[in-house]
T-cell receptor, first 111, second 113 residues
């Protein structure tokens, strides 16, 4: 059974601080995706990474896929209260197959 | 921005009753999925559907569950005889193919009483 271990589970920081969320597995994934989920809503895709070592940037968010395609990280620079939410990583072992989700990281950024 | 539409947003049903959850995926997408999320737990895969048949299913997707794409537009999940433990948010998702990002609907909150 493939698992994605996401850490930390909870993170509470002050506005302006930097943070990193990690997503680790012992299995190789074809792609890894990061989502943000608001309460009572479906996950909204932030980014997909498919190449080992790939780095993608989305404004203050930097996503990295590990060289071996088993892990990924999400780094937020100068966090803002609007970044508060639940961040999910999810991997697919092959294109189009089921997504395996991590448990999520609940981020709280206070001003 | 194209979106996946799910109805109803909330459904309350009595244990043992049948429910049908409906989804309209994005029109040019080819792969369709159902996921569920029990309150406070992670999102879990139920079933994927491609080329008018189930392509993959999880252990959760037992004989009580079925999916259909009746008219080339809608994608439905039927639970024949609901149990209390079926209470969850059910999300439909679709993807064009390859490693493109999945688009999720806003979900149906199913409450079995």
């Amino acid at each position: 059974t493939q698992l994605l271990e996401q850490s930390p589970q909870f993170l509470s920081i002050q506005e302006g601080e930097n943070l990193t969320v990690y997503c680790n597995s012992s299995s190789v994934f074809s792609s890894l995706q990061w989502y943000r989920q608001e309460p009572g809503e479906g996950p909204v895709l932030l980014v997909t990474v498919v190449t080992g070592g790939e780095v993608k940037k989305l404004k203050r968010l930097t996503f990295q896929f590990g060289d071996a395609r088993k892990d990924s990280s999400l780094h937020i620079t100068a966090a803002q209260p609007g970044d508060t939410g639940l961040y999910l990583c999810a991997g697919a072992r092959q294109a189009g197959t089921a997504l395996i989700f991590g448990k999520g990281t609940t981020l709280s950024v206070s001003s | 921005e194209p979106e996946v539409t799910q109805t109803p947003s909330h459904q309350v049903t009595q244990m043992g009753q049948e429910v049908i959850l409906r989804c309209v995926p994005i029109s040019n997408h080819l792969y369709f999925y159902w996921y569920r999320q029990i309150l406070g737990q992670k999102v879990e895969f139920l079933v994927s559907f491609y080329n008018n048949e189930i392509s993959e299913k999880s252990e959760i997707f037992d004989d009580q569950f079925s999916v259909e794409r009746p008219d080339g537009s809608n994608f439905t999940l039927k639970i024949r005889s609901t149990k209390l433990e079926d209470s969850a948010m059910y999300f439909c998702a679709s993807i064009r193919g390859g490693d493109y990002g999945y688009t999720f609907g806003s979900g149906t909150r199913l409450t079995v009483v």
